[in-house]
């Protein structure tokens, strides 16, 4: 598992727990002929904090205080700030089992 102060730009693959801190407005809009949903998260764990960005169905599925896994993300940059995201093959779980 990968502390949230250890993640780096560019970096795939991580494994990261933590909790959802803040939950921001969920954004809309229309991409290749589908509307697409998007909304920044802050994921926190005991190391710091990172921009968590999620996308379409995992919106729903976590709301602020939740405790999360993120396996196998994706970690890129947007304005000079460390974004987290699940990306195209990364799985999002709420209060996982075990961290």
Do not use: C, H
Request: glycine share 12%; no cysteine; net charge negative.
């Amino acid at each position: 598992m990968t502390k949230i102060s250890e993640l780096e730009k560019g970096k795939t693959g991580v494994d990261v727990a933590g909790t959802i801190k803040e939950l921001g407005e969920v954004r809309t809009f229309d991409k290749y002929g589908r509307t697409l949903k998007v909304a920044n998260a802050v994921l926190t764990d005991d190391s710091g904090e990172v921009k968590l960005t999620l996308w379409n169905d995992d919106i729903e599925k976590v709301k602020q205080g939740d405790s999360i896994k993120i396996t196998n993300g994706y970690v890129n940059e947007f304005q000079g700030e460390k974004q987290l995201t699940t990306g195209k093959f990364g799985k999002l779980e709420v209060n996982p089992s075990s961290q």
